[in-house]
């Protein structure tokens, strides 16, 4: 190969390598993950019965809603004192996905619509969108429980990484 052949391959190479990186993987210019949150309450009190939620799976006014039904939470009685409640709350609020700066966020917001605060993540249009190949046999298989154990599949899920190459199906 002729040295400025050589030349203009390395620098077409760079400038896509450039592009790649400055579009952080996303349409629209953002990342397509849910940015990392922490707080040490809701990670002790929100993972005892299920895999931890990321705060920008839901709008504000569905967390409002869930914060203010623990007592009848699926089923379950998972109250807490009033200040843990609280700080939970804040926390979930502050973090959700119509206060989340990111792509995934904004579409599971648009996918709701505006009278509805659904409690489950998973009985969104957004959720049911991107899982229209899976059968209701999978999601009920062993392995996974239900629809809503996201982490079953997605090995990233408690850190908001729901990207395509972490999705395995267990048997
Ligand atoms: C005592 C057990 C228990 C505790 C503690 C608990 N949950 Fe749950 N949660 C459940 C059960 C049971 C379900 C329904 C799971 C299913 O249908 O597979 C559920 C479902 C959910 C869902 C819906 C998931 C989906 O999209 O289908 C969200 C969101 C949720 N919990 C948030 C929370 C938060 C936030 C906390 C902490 C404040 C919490 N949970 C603490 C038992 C619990
Ligand atoms: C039975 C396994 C399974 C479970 C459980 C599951 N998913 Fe998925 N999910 C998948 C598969 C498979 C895909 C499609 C991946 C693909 O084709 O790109 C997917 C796609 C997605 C995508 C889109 C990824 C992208 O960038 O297009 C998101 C977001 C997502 N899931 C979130 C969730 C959430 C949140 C939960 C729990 C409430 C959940 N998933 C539960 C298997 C699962």
Same mark, same amino acid.
């Given at each position: ?5 050589? *030349? ?65 939470? *699926? ?51 957004? *959720? ?33 990484? *729901? ?9």
């Amino acid at each position: 190969m002729k040295k400025w052949m050589q *030349f203009l391959l390395l620098v077409a190479s760079v400038s896509s390598a450039g592009a790649l990186l400055a579009s952080g993987g996303g349409e629209e210019g953002d990342s397509r993950q849910l940015p990392p949150v922490a707080n040490a309450k809701w990670k002790a009190e929100c993972s005892s019965c299920h895999m931890l939620y990321h705060p920008g799976l839901l709008p504000e006014k569905s967390w409002q809603k869930l914060m203010a039904g623990l007592d009848r939470h *699926f089923g379950e009685n998972a109250a807490l004192d009033a200040p843990t409640r609280d700080e939970i709350s804040r926390f979930l609020t502050a973090n959700s996905a119509d206060k989340l700066d990111n792509r995934r966020s904004r579409r599971i917001v648009q996918s709701i619509p505006a009278d509805a605060a659904p409690l489950r993540i998973s009985e969104t249009a957004y *959720f049911t969108a991107k899982h229209d190949e899976i059968s209701a046999t999978t999601f009920k298989r062993k392995s996974v429980g239900s629809a809503s154990n996201c982490a079953a599949c997605h090995q990233g899920a408690e850190r908001g990484d *729901f990207s395509e190459n972490k999705v395995r199906i267990p048997r």
